[in-house]
Each structure stands twice: as C-alpha cells, then as structure tokens.
C-alpha cells in the first residue's frame, strides 16, 4: 500500500513539472501575454529581419504597444515586409523609427518604436519608412576579420 501512495505522489510531482515546462515555454515563445484588444495595422520594410519572428513583441520606452502580425518577403523590391499590429491607445508620429533589437539571454527580437515630431500620426495601413535592420553577429565578426585582413596587406 505505501508503494502505491508513494507512485501516486510521484505521478503528481510529474505531472506538475510537465505543466511548469509548457507554462514556461509558451510565456518564451510569447504565445501568453496578450492584452491587446483593438489595433490599428501599419507596415515597415526592413533589408534583414535577423530572428524576427512573427508575435513579437513591439516595444516603445519598453512598453509593449504591439505584436508582429505577419512577415513577408517582397520579391519586387528585394526585402522583407513586416506588418505590425498597434494596440489603439497608442498613438505615434508619421516619422517614427522601427529598429529591430535583441533582448535577453535566449537572443529573443522585437521592434522598438521610437517616436518622431511629426505633427501627423500613423494610420491604420501606413508605412513606417525609416527603419533598422537586426544586427547580425556573424556579419559584424566577418566585416572585423576582413578589415583586418585588408589592413595588413
């Protein structure tokens, strides 16, 4: 009888740590945390997203004022296409600047929106023309080791 309370006990315990792990791993992959009702959508246009995932969080002074919808490649012009979903009560200029950064340990991406002075604001299907691209570690590394290389010669 004991042996069985005792397997009983440590199915529980499994149990418990299996949902801890699937909590854990949706409150990563941002699949939680959605507190945003009504949005408006507008569109940036980047030459190299990095790890940008679509559901990333889209910050401003670290504030999160949206999710990443969609991304698209355009095959016309050559880039990236990222459409953005903006929570309505916030309101940005029609030059603001969307630049993608790294936050955290696990290198998780998302769009910092840093707002301009225009006195018109962003609308719903707007493009947001001034942007930066995701820092790539290997391209940095490779443009150190070729400059260099170019030095020596």
Same mark, same amino acid.
């Given at each position: 009888?004991?042996?069985?309370?005792?397997?009983?006990?440590?199915?529980?315990?499994?149990?418990?740590?299996?949902?801890?792990?699937?909590?854990?791993?949706?409150?990563?992959?941002?699949?939680?945390?959605?507190?945003?009702?009504?949005?408006?959508?507008? +569109? %940036? &246009?980047?030459?190299?997203? *990095?790890? @940008?995932?679509?559901?990333?969080?889209?910050?401003? #002074? =670290?504030?999160?004022?949206?999710?990443?919808?969609?991304?698209?490649?355009?095959?016309?012009?050559?880039?990236?296409?990222?459409?953005?979903?903006?929570?309505?009560?916030?309101?940005?200029?029609?030059?603001? +600047? %969307? &630049?993608?950064?790294?936050? *955290?340990? @696990?290198?998780?991406?998302?769009?910092?929106?840093? #707002? =301009?002075?225009?006195?018109?604001?962003?609308?719903?299907?707007?493009?947001?023309?001034?942007?930066?691209?995701?820092?790539?570690?290997?391209?940095?590394?490779?443009?150190?080791?070729?400059?260099?290389?170019?030095?020596?010669?």
């Amino acid at each position: 009888m004991e042996r069985a309370k005792l397997d009983i006990w440590v199915g529980i315990f499994v149990i418990l740590g299996i949902a801890a792990m699937f909590g854990l791993a949706t409150k990563v992959g941002n699949l939680t945390s959605n507190s945003i009702k009504e949005t408006y959508q507008v +569109f %940036a &246009n980047f030459e190299n997203i *990095g790890g @940008l995932k679509p559901r990333a969080a889209v910050k401003a #002074a =670290g504030v999160v004022v949206g999710r990443v919808d969609s991304i698209v490649f355009d095959t016309e012009a050559y880039h990236a296409v990222v459409k953005i979903k903006v929570d309505t009560r916030y309101i940005f200029p029609k030059d603001t +600047f %969307a &630049n993608i950064y790294t936050a *955290g340990l @696990l290198g998780e991406q998302y769009i910092g929106l840093e #707002a =301009g002075g225009d006195l018109e604001n962003l609308e719903d299907g707007d493009l947001i023309t001034q942007t930066q691209d995701a820092v790539v570690l290997e391209k940095l590394i490779s443009q150190f080791l070729y400059n260099k290389a170019a030095e020596e010669d």
